[in-house]
């Protein structure tokens, strides 16, 4: 067999572990590797001609799965000190996932102990290993032991078998490839916070310390709020979800969801018309929020309360495209708030508010050059300017609007569902495959051109979106608890077209192996004013 590595050609004369191929290589912070773009634990036996990329834990793979390892480390070391506590691990704030004690009170002892555990579980170095069983074998097994830890996996068509991860006598299922052993993972900290406490690691930037910690209050109220309303009606993991929907409920769902939505607008709504000042209103978020449905939503909503929204989109003032900053890999950095010419839309703004009349502009993608085809504005009584853009949470997008004209909305499809009490769906996952399907269906483009662009998309939220969204007025989320079951049917089938020979095919498997837990929903139950159809079609609003 041969195996390339990098640009080395090593003959194997018997099947053999990667770590045993490259063990010069592996040092204390290679995590994992890609086998033919797959992602594979270090003691996956090789049998084949393989291609082998070693994953260390600075990188974007590599840092998911020392996360992992950390919250399966955290869930042994409770089970050894606490075995009655019912832990919940909730959702991702600041470089930390913020989990909860459902039958405890938590306490700064109860962290001391088991973050003492954990440190002793990590330099014993104790091995993790897979376990694969058949369904049959499985189903025996949950009988047996009374637990319900990676249950769901009994449930999904797409898998004829179930793993587990045991270290020394705990299992559990965490979704995605696991460290070999509890070593790996040197850097983290158990600390109390709000109602529950933070599991804090490190950044990909730096492993080898804690990123400071940034309160995120308005954020965590969303997602309890969301949360809260989920659990009352019993769909906060992914088997009651599934269960409803097999038992014919899915209309139900997915109208209680859309009727939360619709309330939460109209809240905003009857908040900014509290505000006499407001002039301005200013909707930012990440890609996929639905920030464009969302501004013509919460339009509906002020014109109820008297007020005419006048939409402009700053995407209209990108600036030339010779003028476009360029990044770090020599690529047109769209992102970058410098992208935008901040100049001509102060003044426009500024000039409307005066009451003076302007020629907007469109921008033509195609050419690269804003075009004025004789569209004029000019605001009249009770008009009210709803922008949205990646970048309205930062003042210095509108520096000649006196604050207090200013309101602004941070939206983001803030998740709440769980696959499982340890196993979480991540936000920027559900916005990945919003954007997957967005880009097939209304941009001709394929999921790999989605996925070659979302690092760099993602590199622009950290550093224009996501440092200001403590500066809104309100948060709006976006998210719902359907969506994914709805995208199924449209994404999956995209992300099955894309070759073991492309090096996204690792985070094409990685949802696709996410997907096969959803039971679908068809499309024919979403309203046509839901958030949704501005990624799958079929709505009422025009963009």
């Not at 696959?419 to 495959?433: A, E, V």
């Not at 039971?519 to 309203?527: G, L, Q, T």
């Amino acid at each position: 067999m041969k195996i390339t590595y990098e640009e080395e050609i090593i003959e194997i004369q018997k099947p053999m572990t990667v770590i045993e191929i490259l063990k010069d290589k592996c040092n204390e912070h290679i995590i994992a590797c890609k086998c033919n773009n797959q992602i594979r634990p270090l003691n996956y036996l090789i049998e084949e001609d393989t291609k082998i990329e070693l994953i260390d834990d600075s990188d974007k793979d590599g840092i998911k799965i020392y996360i992992r390892a950390l919250m399966y480390i955290m869930s042994k070391a409770f089970e050894e000190i606490y075995p009655e506590a019912l832990i919940s691990i909730e959702y991702q704030l600041s470089y930390s996932m913020f989990c909860r004690i459902k039958n405890m009170e938590v306490t700064d002892e109860i962290l001391k102990k088991v973050s003492d555990r954990m440190q002793q579980i990590i330099e014993q170095n104790i091995p993790i290993k897979k376990v694969t069983m058949s369904k049959e074998e499985g189903k025996k097994f949950y009988e047996e032991n009374k637990t319900s830890k990676g249950k769901l996996q009994l449930d999904c068509d797409d898998k004829d078998y179930i793993t587990l991860y045991y270290c020394e006598d705990y299992y559990n299922y965490f979704y995605g490839v696991m460290p070999i052993s509890t070593g790996y993972t040197k850097i983290y900290s158990l600390e109390k916070y709000d109602n529950g406490f933070i599991l804090r690691y490190p950044s990909r930037e730096d492993i080898t310390k804690l990123v400071e910690f940034k309160d995120n209050k308005q954020l965590l109220l969303a997602l309890q709020e969301y949360e809260w309303i989920h659990k009352r009606l019993k769909e906060d993991t992914l088997h009651k979800l599934n269960n409803k929907i097999l038992n014919g409920e899915a209309s139900d769902i997915v109208l209680l969801d859309e009727a939360l939505h619709e309330k939460e607008i109209s809240k905003i709504s009857d908040k900014i018309l509290e505000k006499e000042k407001v002039k301005v209103v200013l909707i930012a978020g990440p890609s996929s929020s639905g920030k464009t449905t969302f501004a013509q939503r919460l339009g509906l909503q002020l014109r109820i309360n008297g007020l005419n929204p006048v939409t402009i989109s700053v995407d209209n003032y990108f600036v030339e495209r010779e003028d476009t900053p360029i990044d770090e890999n020599g690529d047109y950095d769209f992102e970058s708030l410098y992208a935008v010419d901040i100049k001509l839309f102060n003044e426009h703004i500024s000039e409307l508010l005066n009451g003076e009349e302007i020629e907007m502009p469109t921008f033509n993608f195609h050419t690269g050059h804003k075009e004025y085809k004789g569209q004029k504005l000019k605001l009249e009584e009770n008009d009210i300017l709803v922008i949205e853009g990646i970048h309205c949470l930062n003042d210095e997008l509108t520096p000649l609007i006196p604050a207090e004209n200013k309101f602004k909305i941070y939206i983001s499809a803030l998740t709440v569902l769980n696959i499982d009490y340890f196993n979480r769906i991540s936000t920027t996952d559900s916005r990945l495959l919003r954007r997957i399907v967005r880009d097939y269906q209304f941009r001709g483009y394929s999921a790999l051109h989605t996925l070659r662009r979302w690092d760099s998309v993602r590199r622009g939220e950290k550093k224009y979106i996501f440092p200001y969204q403590e500066n809104a007025d309100v948060m709006f989320n976006t998210s719902l608890i359907y969506e994914i079951s709805a995208l199924k049917p449209i994404v999956q089938p995209l992300l099955e077209e894309i070759s073991n020979q492309e090096p996204e095919y690792a985070e094409a498997r990685r949802l696709c192996d996410l997907l096969q837990y959803f039971v679908p929903i068809d499309k024919k139950f979403i309203p046509t004013n839901s958030l949704l159809t501005e990624f799958i079609g079929g709505g009422d609003f025009k963009y």
